[in-house]
Every structure is written in C-alpha cells, then in structure tokens.
C-alpha cells in the first residue's frame, strides 16, 4: 500500500485495524517505507501488547554463481531498528520451531538430522536442539569457517561446528537409494 498522502503527518492519521496485535515481519519482495511506517504504528500504538515476530534472521539468500540477495534479516533489522526492540525469531535458529515440530510428532532427537547450508542458523539449531548436523557446502558457508570455529577456544563458535558435511545435496542421493 501507498503512503496515505504526501506528508509525514498524513502517515500518522492513517487509520489502524484495532484488532492488529502483532506485527510479523517475513520475506517480502514488495517491503517498502510504507509498510516500515504502518508496522512502527501498530508497535508503537500496541506498546510491549503489540508482538515483534521475525520469520528469521538470514541476512543474504545465495543464489547459483555464487550471486545473493538480501535476506529477511534484512527487513527484521529495518523494523526492529524503528521500533527501537527486538524481533522474537520462530525460526532457525531459535529452537521453537523445532519444539513446535517435536511436539507434534514424535521425534527423537538422537535420530534426527538438521541439514543446512548456514553454520548460523541450521547448524546452530540443530546443534542446540541436539541434533546430528549435516552442512551442505552449496550455500553461504565455505570449508575455511568450519575450520576456523572447530580451532577456536570459544565454546560459542563451537555451536557453530557441524557433525558432518557434504560438497553437495546431491552427494547424499545414492546413499538414500539403498
């Protein structure tokens, strides 16, 4: 939606929908001032009753040929700097969409595998969660950082070392085949 007219103080009297109790801010190819203005508004109108909800906090998105775009931690960032509060992420790599996800079917954990292309959000939840992890080196993490975590005397980045990894996705199909 366009800016209800030209001036900041028309932004302001825009109305508001009164049963808006969250704002959830997720991928949005169509993210633009407007609607940075009218989620501020509902924050600021709703107070600490109006919830901050991120999907997640990818920074960049890879594409083939090693091109990327923007992530939705991008937008997140956008609100949460206006708002002056932090977002709560439901996703990786928070673990409440895994409890979520546990809680509905019966898993063990201890037979379960997180694969992922990130150490920041994949790998950290599964290891968090405790999961076997499996990076796959297609996305934004390259060998050299997992080596330089398992090396590092921080416990933190040690969150980020992955039970196993693989060139490829793809190097797992005949495996799966059998």
Not at 53 to 69: C, K, Q, Y
Not at 79 to 96: C, D, H, L, M, S
Not at 122 to 144: F, K, Q, R, S
Request: glycine residues 8%.
């Amino acid at each position: 939606a366009a800016l209800p007219g030209p001036a900041p103080a028309d932004w302001v009297r825009a109305p508001l929908d009164p049963a808006v109790r969250a704002v959830l801010v997720g991928f949005d190819e169509h993210f633009s001032y407007a609607k940075l203005c009218q989620a501020l508004r509902y924050l600021l109108r709703g107070g600490p009753d109006c919830l901050l909800v991120g999907t997640n906090r990818d920074h960049r998105l890879p594409l083939e040929g090693g091109a990327a775009i923007p992530g939705t931690g991008c937008l997140v960032k956008a609100v949460e700097t206006a708002a002056e509060r932090e977002a709560f992420i439901v996703g990786k790599p928070n673990r409440f969409m895994f409890d979520c996800v546990a809680s509905e079917f019966q898993l063990d954990p201890a037979r379960t595998i997180m694969v992922g292309d990130r150490l920041d959000t994949d790998i950290l939840m599964g290891n968090d969660c405790g999961l076997t992890t499996l990076l796959t080196l297609t996305g934004v993490t390259a060998l050299d950082e997992v080596r330089g975590h398992q090396d590092s005397d921080s416990p933190a980045r040690h969150s980020l070392v992955p039970d196993f990894y693989v060139d490829s996705i793809a190097d797992l199909l005949p495996a799966l085949g059998q």
